[in-house]
């Protein structure tokens, strides 16, 4: 019997889930929260119900990492270390080095590290997480799954931007995307959910949560995605603004005395999308809750349902064609009026939603009419568990 963790470590905190693999059952999942600052939160959800939280301070991520295996035997959801067998760790930026998960070696920890650049905010957190591992569990097997190598397979025609190419030949300057397990897990599942080959099926696939991603998956594979260097771009997002023309830049940064080119971008990162339009949060629910009083928070969900909208369309063009549309994560899986309001601006591509099957929240379901020539689907989406899946891998 085999168990894998699979760990989503940022900055302050390490998001975790227990497997019993091959089964892809969980045992447990947690977060530690507040890492190297006072009062950290430490929670575990087991038993399917029950909860242990402690508030402690925890200074680092290798304590965060000894505590939680110490609970784990304590709460007996596992007798001792020695039955995890696999760590899978979520890394942000793989850049062109990684096309897919790699085995966590000296040399891979210092290529994440190097490639901080692409992710400044994810890739040296993802790495902390690795390492408290490495040095607490140095024997098992330790895999670094990329949330870019999905998108690995894009075409040049598609990643590239239209700069002068030797900034891509120098510098690695292009579109790497971003989400890519949670784009290969739910067109899989689709897939799966339509019981046809993925090999056959032309996929769009809509990652709408805090950060947004459209994904063009032609059979299996991803051609093109809206995120790109950098997460920032691509459509309006919580806190972030998606495509602009870069002009904009300069222009604000002189009307609005913003100093340096950093401060600008962190504006484009933190305080623009749903939170800048509405003025009010970047949050779906309070936006849809103020939607009916407040015109700003209605402009701000429109917008964001137009961006997705015009990306469908757009890589319905770049398939030239499109079989089934899925919806995922946060507001995807729970935004029943936004899926609504998207598919009914793209019912010329064939897409039908039946509004029976579309009312309901974060359970898989095919929820077109059964006639529409498009499916579209409700698939929640499960990072962790194709982390582990890669863990596995590499285990066998
Ligand atoms: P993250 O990118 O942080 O993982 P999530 O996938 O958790 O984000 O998505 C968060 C978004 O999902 C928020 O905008 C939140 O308002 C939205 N969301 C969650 N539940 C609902 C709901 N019931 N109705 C509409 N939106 C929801």
Not at 52 to 59: G, T
Not at 121 to 130: E, K
Not at 137 to 162: E, G, R
Not at 380 to 386: A, K, Q
């Amino acid at each position: 019997m085999s168990k894998t963790i699979a760990i989503n470590a940022g900055s302050s905190s390490l998001k975790w889930k227990l497997f019993k693999m091959p089964e892809e059952n969980t045992l447990a999942s947690g977060i530690v929260e507040r890492i190297g600052l006072n009062d950290s939160i430490f929670t575990i959800k087991y038993n399917n119900g029950e909860k242990y939280e402690e508030i402690v301070d925890i200074n680092d991520h290798e304590v965060a990492v000894e505590m939680l295996l110490k609970q784990l035997t304590e709460l007996g959801i596992i007798k001792d270390f020695n039955e995890i067998t696999g760590v899978g760790h979520r890394v942000v930026a793989g850049g062109e080095i990684f096309q897919e998960s790699a085995l966590v070696t000296d040399e891979v920890i210092e290529q994440i590290e190097s490639l901080a650049e692409f992710a400044p905010l994810h890739n040296p957190a993802n790495a902390t997480g690795i390492k408290a591992f490495r040095k607490i569990l140095p024997d098992i097997t330790s895999v670094a799954v990329f949330d870019t190598s999905f998108h690995q397979t894009m075409p040049k025609v598609n990643y590239l931007y239209s700069v002068p190419l030797e900034y891509y030949e120098k510098h690695n300057a292009r579109k790497y995307g971003a989400h890519g397990t949670s784009h290969k897990y739910v067109a899989l599942k689709a897939a799966d959910m339509l019981e046809k080959p993925i090999e056959d099926l032309k996929i769009i696939t809509c990652h709408l949560g805090n950060g947004a991603s459209i994904t063009a998956v032609n059979g299996g594979e991803s051609i093109d995605t809206s995120m790109g260097f950098t997460p920032l771009a691509g459509v309006t997002m919580g806190t972030r603004s998606g495509d602009i023309d870069a002009s904009l830049l300069p222009f604000l940064m002189e009307k609005e005395g913003i100093e340096t080119i950093n401060d600008m971008v962190y504006i484009l990162n933190n305080k623009s999308g749903l939170k800048g339009l509405s003025g009010i949060s970047s949050d779906m629910r309070d936006l849809e809750d103020a939607e009916e009083t407040d015109e700003r928070a209605a402009l701000a969900l429109r917008i964001f349902e137009d961006r997705v909208v015009k990306y469908i369309g757009s890589y319905a063009a770049t398939m030239n064609g499109v079989d089934a549309i899925v919806f995922t994560a946060g507001i995807g899986e729970n935004g029943v009026e936004t899926r609504k309001n998207i598919i009914d601006r793209v019912t010329f591509l064939g897409a039908t939603i039946d509004e029976e099957k579309n009312n309901v929240r974060g359970k898989e379901r095919i929820i077109s009419t059964d006639d529409s020539k498009v499916s579209v689907l409700l698939v929640p989406t499960d990072e962790e568990v194709m982390i582990a899946r890669d863990v596995q891998k590499f285990s066998e």
